[in-house]
């Protein structure tokens, strides 16, 4: 009872500091309209994102498309909004899949230990050396593009990093006495591994999984942008900013900055919430 005590207590004190943490709540905010506009955006955009009128291209911001409109001649806030789609689409399931793996290979390797250790720390530490968009674009060229594609690659370029933090956690956490009674009852390592250090170290995996989120947004927008991924038509906005970013020199600056616009306070915002978990977490 002591210990469900603890925990609870633990967990109000972690809410409780999230509630006070200004940049938790306003990135907190943000990432909760983005997510409302991949939900329900096609719902209430003015027009049809795909849908050009190229008597009407580039067209500045006015009343009746508030962002313009792009070389096309389509809506500029339309495709921003709609754009949201894929990108929260795409970024959460990479991180989801790196954080699953990165936390098997981690508690693997913090609780066994020995050769097991080695062998993987090593292998990581290989593939960490190597610039990562380097290994995501020879990946993408080797298998082609597709979103499962994208969703693979940058999963399993982030899975490293997150097993390097899960490692260190239970290094820490299988020194500590209710390891060593478990130990002692003779539980088995599943047990230990699962029912009484990963529980403890969940807090550590949500900020690593938050910002590699972050890092994931950040990475899927670069990707198209450079063409390895989403394709045209789609609204993405790192392929509408690679579309159009040679009309900024024309002066045609809002087919570019609205997008860009949106890519920035997304990571920002996922940003934010990962600092307010952290510092939550840690005080």
Known sequence: MADVS?????????????????????????????ITCALLGPHFVPYDPLAGDVLNALAPPSADNWFGTDQLGRDVFSRVIIGSRDIL?????ATFLATILGTAIG???????????????RLLEA????????VVLLAIVALGKSETTVIMVIALSFAPRIARTVRAAVLSER???YVAAATLRRESGVHIV??????????????????RLGYAIFAVATLSFIGFGLQPPSPDWGLSISTNYAMIGAGYWWAVL?????????????????DGLHGAIHD
């Open 175 to 177: 020194e500590l006495d």
């Open 89 to 93: 689409t795409i970024a959460p399931l």
């Open 6 to 34: 603890t925990s609870l207590s633990l967990r109000r004190g972690i809410g409780a500091a999230l509630l006070s943490s200004g940049e938790f709540l306003f990135g907190s905010a943000v990432l909760t309209f983005w």
């Open 194 to 211: 699962f029912i009484e250090i990963l529980p403890n170290i969940l807090p550590p995996i949500l900020v690593e999984a938050t910002v």
């Open 258 to 274: 609205f997008d860009a616009m949106a890519i920035a306070s997304l990571v920002i915002a996922v940003n934010l919430v990962a």
């Open 127 to 134: 593939v960490l050396a190597l610039p990562s968009i380097i």
């Open 107 to 121: 508690l693997l390797t913090g609780y066994v230990r020995g050769v097991i250790d080695d062998i993987i720390s």
